[in-house]
């Protein structure tokens, strides 16, 4: 059973460019969440999608955006980066008999200069 | 909204050590509770989950009790190693349509040969 991965590892933007981060969710999951975690600090939810659609959002501006695939692999998208954007991004996958529990990929780490 | 508050770090223990980390939460509706793990540079694992009143989760010779009158959740392990080493989040999840989780700051522990 193959769990979550995300692409890249480590990445470096500068302020006002854009990026994209991928994941793939676990085996027989079909919903995906992303998760923002600042340095020293929990994480923070971004937003979920399920069968494609975006199923619930955090407080976070509309410059980050989503996609599901139907592979229910996602991306996150984030538009007119800013230097507080610089943190870990955190992919989750779960199954639809059990949406409660989530299991996370490595983390994407991004800097912004 | 919902929220947990956690034990502030950081905590250090010798080996073989008694390990208790605090954990209270704010929510409405019946929500389900989670301890995740950080190893350095990793991603969240999850340690054990409890879904309902008096339920104890367990895993690795950590455990939890969700206790609904103190509305808590410690996480104890009886017996520490230098492996427990990582950053501990409490999480709780309400079922509100996105199950989305909402971490406590997370508690880091090392544990000393």
């Known amino acids: 059973e193959t769990g979550v991965t995300q692409s890249p590892t480590h990445l470096i933007k500068t302020r006002g460019q854009q990026v994209t981060l991928r994941c793939s969710s676990q085996?027989?999951?079909?919903?995906v969440s992303w998760y923002q975690q600042a340095l020293g600090q929990g994480p923070q939810f971004i937003f979920q999608?399920?069968?494609?659609?975006?199923?619930g959002r955090g407080n976070f501006p509309p410059r980050f955006s989503g996609l599901q695939f139907p592979n229910y692999s996602s991306e996150l998208n984030v538009n007119a980066l800013e230097l507080d954007d610089s943190a870990l991004y955190l992919c989750?996958?779960?199954?639809?008999?059990?949406?409660?529990?989530?299991?996370f990929g490595p983390g994407t780490r991004l800097t912004v200069t | 909204g919902d929220s947990v508050t956690q034990m502030e770090g950081p905590v250090t223990l010798s080996e073989e050590a008694f390990l208790t980390i605090n954990c209270t939460y704010t929510?409405?509706?019946?929500?389900?509770l989670f301890w995740y793990v950080q190893y350095p540079g990793e991603g969240l694992q999850l340690l054990l989950k409890?879904?309902?009143?008096?339920d104890k989760g367990s895993n690795k010779g950590f455990e939890a009790t969700y206790r609904k009158e103190t509305t808590s959740f410690h996480l104890e392990k009886g017996s520490v190693q230098v492996s427990d080493s990582a950053v501990y989040f409490c999480a709780l999840s309400v079922p509100r349509g996105d199950y989305k989780l909402s971490f406590g700051a997370g508690t880091t522990v090392t544990v000393r040969a």
């Open positions: 085996s027989g999951h079909n919903t």
């Open positions: 929510a409405t509706g019946y929500p389900s």
């Open positions: 409890a879904t309902k009143a008096d």
């Open positions: 989750a996958s779960s199954s639809e008999g059990q949406p409660y529990e989530q299991y």
């Open positions: 999608y399920y069968r494609e659609e975006e199923n």
